[in-house]
């Protein structure tokens, strides 16, 4: 060999040093794991609860789009790359408070209703629509935010289950 690499009764040494050093120093160990430990469930527990306090101050705006509504394929990009800077619009903030959630409804005369629904810190960009013949509203009230939607009779999918 070159030198490059040690040989084996050399790895073997160190390897024995560096059991020997912790095994002195078990104490110091003994101490800063529990620390580190504790340090990382208060972090995550942190987190969380940003992410539920942001979860719960979001912005919803609707979309009403008129009965000539027909977008183009470049049109379709264009807002797609708007509602993904959505994330970097809100700045950091925990993954799941940063999504963007888009509903679709039949509305009255079988006309389609969008909903988006971000970050509040974000507001600025869900309310450029970027399509043409589309109206912007912002709810009214408190209330039509957080409408939630309930099936009767049907049990939840389980995590990575067929349709």
Do not use: C
Request: aromatic share 10%; charged share 25%; net charge positive.
């Amino acid at each position: 060999m070159n030198g490059i690499l040690p040989r084996p009764s050399e790895v073997g040494h160190w390897l024995w040093v560096l059991v020997e050093s912790a095994v002195a120093n078990l104490w110091w160990i003994a101490v800063v794991a529990p620390v580190a430990v504790a340090v990382w469930v208060a972090a995550a527990v942190w987190w969380r609860r940003w992410a539920v306090r942001e979860l719960a101050d979001r912005e919803r705006v609707e979309l009403v789009p008129a009965a000539t509504f027909d977008p183009e394929l470049a049109e379709v990009g264009r807002v797609a790359g708007r509602l993904a800077s959505v994330r970097t619009a809100s700045g950091m903030l925990p993954r799941r408070a940063a999504a963007v959630r888009v509903r679709v409804a039949a509305g009255d005369e079988g006309r389609l209703h969008y909903w988006w629904e971000g970050p509040q810190r974000s507001a600025g960009v869900l309310r450029l629509s970027g399509y043409r013949r589309v109206d912007v509203v912002a709810p009214r009230t408190r209330s039509e935010r957080r409408r939630r939607i309930r099936f009767a009779d049907a049990a939840p999918l389980k995590r990575g289950g067929s349709w």
